[in-house]
């Protein structure tokens, strides 16, 4: 092997990228991040979390002034100005990519621009985007290359033409209806979005639940809420069948649901139908990586590859879970890890390895989602007994003073060591009311603990105190 240029060579300088190269500085390693995307930040600041979130933000405003007379308020909705909320959106995720790209220029560790693909286990070659080409000789890599959209096959899509996540999060006009392929929480979100600006839309979810893999009386309860809004059609359980254009531009989705084909119109397509991890050009097999059943890298708990434990993965290209603080904590993991194998291990101690009990789920839709720790299903599918108390938002003071009554929230115990093993919320501020539940996982609470802490009246917190007393009164956990 020739010798390293680097300790440590990061591919991507996205949420996970940037969390090893900043950790792998701190412990000593020579370190570059490599990344050849036209605009740095990452998927999160740029495609995903914060735009989607900016764009929801004033779709949520939109409902409020809608629901003004609820609360005896009188008020005038004249629709939305949809080039100014993308102009807000802009400003604001030029200040958040303006921060992270000073992050990752401030010289703790080099930063060369351009696409990488392996040569050998131990070297790149990186087409830079202002021409030529630089090779670097690495100790250890970790892939953190994100996710693209996954596309399937589905006859007269293409011949159609459709919009993805990244074309709503910039178009600065809206037409009037869509129809939404996907199930997921982009979909979704995206789907609340548009329906509270006031476009007619059409959800089509191929799985009999929305977000799979969520319990279902979680999925059920946001569907449940989706259906009640005026311009918002949902359909799960379905097999899409074929696209095409009508003379008069509209596209039509044909898809089979409870053994009927039926069809749904818009004047665009939204595809939704998830992502798969950014892996293309890498030239894996060149450094002897393997993939996963899933495409993700095979990466062990501690995050390396199964085939070349030198080279580590993190975020969306290691997966399970497609969620930026668990990249963070990969990317983080990642790079002690690859210190440890560079001569840390004394300092460090032994090899850490990841641990999914805190996992979070979080979906900015209307109502919000959120889950925490294992879900009633997953647990009972694991042979699990586990215990589940729930609590409806409509019968909850503070909920129903601020008009938020859709939803409930759910707490699941071991039922042999009355620990907390995970929780759930469908609901206003559910994806912040979540993190309780998060704190109260992580020091393994039993109810009769959680219900030690005090909750202040009348809040959305102490909705969580109903399902913890329920837990305790029917198997004294």
């Not at 989607?52 to 405003?61: M, V």
Request: glycine share 12%; charged share 25%.
């Amino acid at each position: 092997m020739k010798p390293a240029s680097h300790d440590l060579a990061i591919i991507g300088g996205g949420s996970a990228g940037y969390a090893a190269a900043r950790t792998a500085v701190e412990h000593g390693l020579k370190t570059v991040v490599i990344d050849g995307a036209e605009t740095l930040g990452g998927l999160c600041i740029l495609r995903g979390c914060m735009p989607s979130k900016t764009l929801i933000e004033s779709a949520n405003r939109c409902r409020e002034l809608r629901r003004a007379s609820e609360f005896g308020l009188r008020a005038e909705n004249t629709g939305a100005d949809v080039a100014e909320i993308i102009a807000r959106k802009r400003r604001l995720i030029g200040e958040f990519a303006s921060y992270r790209q000073g992050q990752l220029q401030d010289g703790r560790f080099d930063l060369i621009r351009g696409r990488a693909r392996f040569t050998d286990p131990h070297g790149l070659a990186v087409a830079l985007r202002e021409g030529g080409e630089r090779r670097v000789e690495f100790a250890g890599a970790v892939i953190a290359t994100g996710s693209a959209i996954s596309r399937i096959p589905l006859p007269g899509l293409d011949e159609t033409g459709f919009w993805t996540s990244d074309d709503i999060l910039d178009a600065e006009a809206l037409p009037d209806s869509f129809v939404v392929l996907g199930g997921g929480a982009i979909a979704l979100e995206m789907a609340c979005y548009l329906e509270g600006l006031g476009r007619r839309v059409t959800v089509i979810q191929r799985g009999p639940h929305l977000l799979t893999g969520t319990d279902p009386d979680v999925a059920d309860a946001l569907a449940d809420a989706l259906r009640r809004r005026e311009n918002l059609a949902l359909f799960t359980g379905t097999r899409l069948l074929r696209v095409e254009k009508d003379p008069d531009g509209q596209k039509t989705v044909h898809f089979e649901h409870e053994g009927v084909e039926k069809t749904a119109t818009g004047h665009e397509i939204l595809y939704a139908l998830g992502r798969k991890p950014a892996l293309e050009g890498l030239d894996l097999d060149a450094a002897g990586i393997h993939l996963a059943a899933t495409g993700h890298i095979a990466v062990d708990s501690g995050m390396a590859s199964t085939s070349q434990p030198h080279v580590f993965a993190a975020g969306d290209a290691a997966g399970p879970h497609e969620i930026v603080h668990i990249a963070i904590q990969q990317g983080e993991i990642a790079a002690r890890n690859a210190a440890r194998r560079l001569g840390a291990a004394e300092r460090l101690g032994p090899p850490e390895t990841i641990d999914y009990r805190l996992k979070i789920l979080g979906v900015f839709t209307d109502p919000e989602v959120a889950t925490a720790g294992i879900g009633e299903a997953e647990a009972i599918a694991a042979g699990r007994k586990v215990a589940a108390a729930r609590h409806p938002f409509d019968d909850h003071g503070k909920s129903m003073v601020m008009g938020g009554t859709e939803g409930f929230v759910k707490l699941i115990a071991d039922a042999e060591n009355g620990e907390l093993i995970g929780g759930a919320a469908v609901g206003p501020h559910a994806v912040d009311l979540i993190h309780e539940i998060v704190v109260a996982l992580h020091f393994r609470c039993t109810p009769a603990q959680f219900l030690e802490i005090p909750h202040y009246h009348p809040t959305l917190s102490e909705i969580w105190t109903y399902p913890a007393e329920e837990l305790l009164e029917i198997s004294q956990l």
